[in-house]
């Protein structure tokens, strides 16, 4: 079974700061990462996906992510966060086998201020 | 527009009552996933559907829940005799090709169910 750690629940930041939102998950095999970002009363997006190739992953609106298959990490960064950007953003994983649906973490709720 | 569109938005039922929510995924879509999103659960798999194969029911809670594909496109997600615990956002989405686990998935809206 696959699983999916977020250890942020709530990161509060002024606007230019530099972002990090930590995904860790668990899975024995070849897995494909998101990250999906719900901003206040809309729907979940997309902001990136990670299958194969260059594990550094760019996304929009400026947010990359990098797997690092050692760590089983897939962290969310953005080197400068805008009052645009306050949102709760979700990791998810779906392994190469078995169920097509995705493993979601918890969340992380980020709070940028003006 | 082109999006996953849902509805109800909300749904406000009593306990013990039934209820349906409707998916309509993006046209062409041939995989299909109701998912909930409670504050104590988070978001979590309910069932999937892929094309004419037999659904993929391994997330479903308990036997109250049911949900039906037809045609390929529409689907009603069947919540019966409702308990509190089933008060969640109810979110449906869509993609493209065979069931890749690469696909990206396209979220609805979602409707708030809110078991009184």
């Known amino acids: 079974a696959q699983s999916v750690s977020q250890h942020n629940h709530h990161v509060i930041l002024s606007e230019a700061a530099s972002l990090e939102l930590g995904c860790n998950y668990s899975y024995g095999g070849t897995v494909n990462l998101f990250w ?16 194969s190739g260059d594990p550094l992953v760019k996304g929009i609106k400026g947010f ?15 080197p400068s966060v805008q009052w645009s950007d306050t949102a709760e953003y979700f990791c998810a994983v779906i392994g190469d086998t078995g169920r097509r649906a995705l493993t979601f973490g918890s969340g992380t709720r980020l709070q940028v201020q003006p | ?35 909930r ?53 109810y979110l449906c989405a869509s993609s493209l090709a065979s069931g890749r686990a690469t696909d990206t998935q396209y979220f609805g809206p979602g409707t708030r169910l809110t078991v009184l």
Request: aromatic share 12%; charged share 20%; with cysteine.
């Open chain 2, 37 to 89: 999103q409670s504050l104590g659960q988070g978001l979590e798999f309910l069932i999937y559907f892929q094309g004419n194969s037999a659904p993929d029911k391994s997330g479903l809670p308990s036997d109250r829940f049911s949900a039906e594909r037809t045609g390929g496109s529409v689907s009603t997600l069947t919540i019966q005799r409702t308990q509190q615990e089933d008060s969640a956002v």
């Open chain 2, 1 to 35: 527009g082109a999006g996953v569109s849902q509805s109800p938005s909300n749904k406000v039922t009593e306990k013990g009552k039934d209820v349906e929510l409707r998916c309509d995924p993006i046209s062409g879509h041939t995989a299909l996933y109701w998912y």
């Open chain 1, 64 to 78: 990359e992510a990098e797997f690092i298959k050692s760590k089983f990490s897939f962290n969310l960064r953005k």
């Open chain 1, 36 to 51: 999906y970002v719900q901003y206040p009363g809309q729907h979940l997006q997309l902001l990136l996906k990670y299958f």
